[in-house]
């Protein structure tokens, strides 16, 4: 029986691989794609998930559901990363366009429609989770659980000194999701930051002729000179496929409960995860967090799903 899942997510070249293991692999069912505002800007974000499966065209169609606004006032994107367009600037046309509902909304109604058996994996920052659980009451008993990219163990930020980017998108509901009463996992960036990728990735993308060859060839490249260009590294990072081999691949991560929280103030840390790391304290784990992955083999394990 496949894993029903529902991705929410910021297209954004990493989800954009992420998406292509997910939608091909036999053992995940993708109810829906949920977009949400991160990488890029809500609309876009949502146009994204919608040119992202027309052109790896999956043997199942899940739901999409439309992006909204955040609420924080700091928010700012990842274009310098993903390119104008959140593609690569690659320049896809959209064919269709659906009556969509948002995605807060689909994440409420097909949790409830199957109580327990939807998993959330969260590759964006948390908005549509935290509206879902403000929206339902009952979306908290209703979920499976929750695997979320994002956060820092260690501190070390990706889009400030201390905050990893899908936190520091929107802070309050990641506190919020953080404190829900759910099965939660955390993938954080000490962990996906590892797991690094050289150009000779390309080279083992699927064949052209395939519709994951012919997308990934596509946009991949980008993320390349952006890393370049803009971080100095020659290798890239694909955080969420990375978080998505935890659902495929548990045993290639080790995790640990940890009880995490995250600043919503601060002028130097709004949106950082912290852990309560003090020795002997009786704080309630509220996470698992994966502390060690076998970075070799889930590189290796990337590169296989998208070739199957
Ligand atoms: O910090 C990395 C995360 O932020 C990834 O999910 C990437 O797609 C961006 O959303
Ligand atoms: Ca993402």
Same mark, same amino acid.
């Given at each position: ?23 091909? =692999? ?23 998930? &919608?040119?992202?499966? /027309? ?31 959140? +593609? ?12 969509? =509902?948002?995605?807060?909304?689909? +994440? ?7 109580? @327990? ?26 979920? @499976? ?9 260690? @501190? ?10 899908? !936190? ?7 506190? /919020? ?27 083992? +993308?699927?064949?052209?002729? %395939? ?19 803009? +971080?100095?590294?020659? %290798?890239? &990072? !694909? ?11 548990? /045993? ?13 103030? @601060? ?11 003090? &020795? ?29």
């Amino acid at each position: 029986m496949a894993r029903r899942i529902i991705l929410d997510c910021d297209p954004g070249i990493d989800d954009s691989v992420a998406l292509s293991i997910a939608l091909f =692999h036999k053992s995940l069912d993708v109810v829906a794609i949920t977009a949400v505002e991160g990488n890029v800007p809500a609309e876009l974000a949502t146009k994204n998930v &919608q040119t992202v499966v /027309e052109q790896l065209d999956p043997p199942r169609l899940p739901r999409i559901g439309v992006a909204t606004r955040n609420d924080n006032s700091d928010y700012r994107d990842a274009c310098f990363i993903h390119g104008r367009d959140g +593609l690569g600037e690659v320049g896809f046309v959209m064919a269709g366009h659906h009556q969509r =509902h948002q995605s807060e909304k689909i +994440l409420c109604d097909e949790v409830r429609a199957a109580p @327990g058996e939807i998993d959330i994996v969260c590759l964006g920052p948390l908005t549509n989770v935290a509206r879902a659980i403000q929206r339902d009451p009952h979306f908290i008993e209703n979920v @499976g659980e929750i695997v979320m990219m994002g956060g820092s163990f260690n @501190g070390i930020g990706n889009i400030t000194q201390t905050a990893e980017f899908n !936190i520091h998108c929107d802070p309050e509901s990641a506190r /919020e999701v953080f404190h829900a009463p759910i099965k939660k996992t955390l993938i954080p960036l000490d962990i996906t930051s590892q797991v690094q990728f050289s150009l000779s990735f390309i080279d083992q +993308l699927p064949e052209e002729s %395939t519709s994951v060859g012919s997308f990934l060839r596509n946009v991949l490249p980008y993320l390349f000179r952006s890393y370049h260009q803009q +971080l100095g590294q020659e %290798t890239v &990072q !694909i955080h969420d496929a990375i978080a998505l081999l935890q659902l495929l691949e548990p /045993e290639l991560f080790e995790l640990e409960a940890w009880a995490g929280d995250v600043e919503v103030k @601060g002028q130097l840390t709004r949106g950082m995860t912290v852990f309560e790391k003090r &020795q002997g304290r009786k704080t309630s784990h509220n996470l698992e967090v994966a502390r060690v992955v076998d970075a070799s083999a889930a590189r290796q394990a990337v590169i296989k799903y998208l070739n199957r």
